[in-house]
Every structure is written in C-alpha cells, then in structure tokens.
C-alpha cells in the first residue's frame, strides 16, 4: 500500500501543470494602474471596475467582469500595436524612464542632505535642525512614494505592452 502511495506521489510531482495566475487591475481617480492578486485588497470604489487578468505560460488575458475570455484577432501590417506606432511607445517609455531617473537623483541628493542634517544634530542638538531633519524625512518619504507610483505606471505600460504584443525593441 505504502508503494502505491509513494508511486502516485512521484508520478503527481513528475506530471507538469500549466502554471496559472490571477490578477486584477485597476485605475484609481488619479489615473495609476494598480494591480493586486486577492480582490479584497482592491478599494470598495473599484471593485466594479477592476479588470480580472488571467496570466498563463501564454500570452495575458484581460477578461471584464462578467465578460468571458475571447482569443485576441490577429494583428494585421498596416494596424500599430495597441493603436500607436513605434514612435509613441518608445517616447512613452523614455518620458517614464527619465522622470523615474529624476526622481531618484533628487531622492539621492536629499539622502546625502539628510546626512548632513543628522551629523550637525548630533553636535548641536537645536530645535531648528531638528526641524529640518524632520522635514528632509518627509520630503524623502514623498519622493519615495512618487517613485512607486512611476514604478506602478511603468508595470502598467509593461502590461499594456505585453498584450498590445508590442516589440520588445520598441520597449527600450
């Protein structure tokens, strides 16, 4: 009995599955796509919004809430992938890139200010340097929260990309 069982086990393991995930995508009033796996984390107000995006070894399906999931159509030459031409996506991607780059220099430089402030405390302990440390940190965790929410609308284009099976080249 004990081989049986060990022999089913083996052969279970052995068998490949097709790997598949959920996830779902939404855009906030700000117009950032988020994306969650657990629909519970998605906001009350976006629930009936929220796209559900099947993701196998394949290619991403978006399926609308209570639409079923249809083969996309094949692409014919003369249309541009997701409806811009290679101009557009190459822009797109470069304007993202730079702000992120942007935004992380400007985070670099009020880190190392940071440090200066917290050297100076440490030697003169005055309410206003105290101050000031206080107001780099809340100017560093702003920068921080503008970098993940470039870092989201990024993934968003990768998305969006992916199913408009839009080069990778263009994706530079």
Do not use: C
């Amino acid at each position: 009995m004990k081989t049986i069982l060990l022999s089913l086990l083996l052969l279970s393991l052995l068998i490949p599955s097709a790997a598949r995930a959920a996830f779902y995508q939404w855009t906030d009033a700000q117009g950032v796509v988020h994306f969650t796996d657990n629909r519970n984390n998605i906001p009350k107000q976006y629930r009936d919004k929220a796209h559900r995006v099947e993701v196998s070894d394949s290619a991403p399906v978006v399926v609308s809430p209570g639409a079923t999931a249809a083969p996309r159509p094949a692409a014919t030459p003369e249309q541009a992938p997701g409806g811009h031409d290679e101009r557009w996506w190459r822009d797109r991607y470069k304007s993202l890139r730079s702000e992120l780059k942007s935004l992380q220099d400007q985070r670099t430089a009020l880190q190392q200010q940071l440090v200066e402030l917290r050297r100076k405390r440490t030697i003169f302990q005055r309410a206003r340097d105290r101050e000031a440390i206080n107001t780099m940190e809340a100017q560093v965790s702003t920068i921080d929260a503008k970098i993940s929410d470039m870092l989201n609308r990024i993934a968003a284009l990768d998305l969006a990309a992916a199913q408009a099976a839009v080069p990778l080249e263009w994706r530079q």
